[in-house]
């Protein structure tokens, strides 16, 4: 079946002229300046013009650079109401807040991953719940009654990283930071906020994202170049 996703690329609105790294997974970082660390084996990536609102890349992993077109504006997608029933694993729930809110699902498994472990009955020191972490006055703003409900739970979580992509022009980066910190923090910095806690946290879900999709990548390759190999093999004559 054919599926629709947001793309989710880095973005950040600039005055200044800018490009884009483009990763060997097919995500772009939007960024204003770059340069090689001492080590040889990282690129730092200035997502604004702040000496602190930076992220770091394996070198290896961009492809190459180019300059970076405008910024379209954010049209918010329409995101259907949830269903009174529906499915019970968690590939099913997030499959369908996916479809609901056009994110990719692996993204939706690396937010998982570093909010709660998949824990549906996790609770954090500052009384986030569930899998995606809802605060209890998030989780009322966005209809979930029942924290510990997966279902329930991830299809807030998603539809709340869906309105902070669209809030903060698709720049994962800040929506995840302000998944993270809250919305005020990334706009009073205009951009990730200088919050240990939550670079990490971003650069955390932004490297399992990309690992997982370095990953495809190289299994498509792979995949062609088999499927390439079997084409071009020389038929073997029948035996009589």
């Not at 329409?78 to 694993?89: C, D, K, L, N």
């Not at 951009?191 to 990953?215: C, F, M, Q, S």
């Amino acid at each position: 079946m054919f599926r629709r996703f947001i793309t989710v690329i880095l973005l950040v609105g600039s005055a200044f002229a800018a490009d884009n790294a483009l990763l060997r997974n097919g995500s772009t970082i939007r960024h204003e300046r770059r340069e090689v660390l001492a080590d040889g084996t990282t690129t730092r990536l200035f997502i604004s013009s702040a000496n602190d609102d930076f992220i770091d890349i394996h070198t290896a992993d961009i492809a190459g650079y180019e300059a970076a077109p405008d910024l379209p504006a954010a049209v918010a997608a329409p995101i259907p109401a949830t269903p009174t029933s529906g499915p019970q694993t968690l590939a099913e729930i997030v499959r369908e807040a996916s479809d609901k809110t056009l994110l990719d699902e692996d993204l939706l498994y690396s937010v998982i991953k570093a909010e709660s472990a998949s824990n549906p009955k996790a609770v954090s020191r500052k009384g986030a719940q569930g899998l995606m972490q809802l605060m209890p006055q998030t989780a009322k703003k966005l209809g979930v009654d029942n924290a510990f409900d997966p279902r329930a739970n991830v299809n807030g979580g998603s539809q709340y990283l869906h309105d902070m992509l669209v809030r903060f022009n698709f720049d994962l980066a800040k929506a995840l930071a302000a998944y993270n910190a809250g919305p005020e923090a990334v706009a009073k910095y205009k951009g990730v906020p200088p919050y240990r806690e939550t670079r990490l946290y971003v650069a955390r879900i932004i490297k399992d994202y990309n690992r997982k999709k370095l990953a495809q990548a190289a299994e498509r390759r792979a995949a062609t170049k088999s499927a390439s190999a079997q084409t071009s093999r020389p038929a073997q004559p029948s035996k009589s």
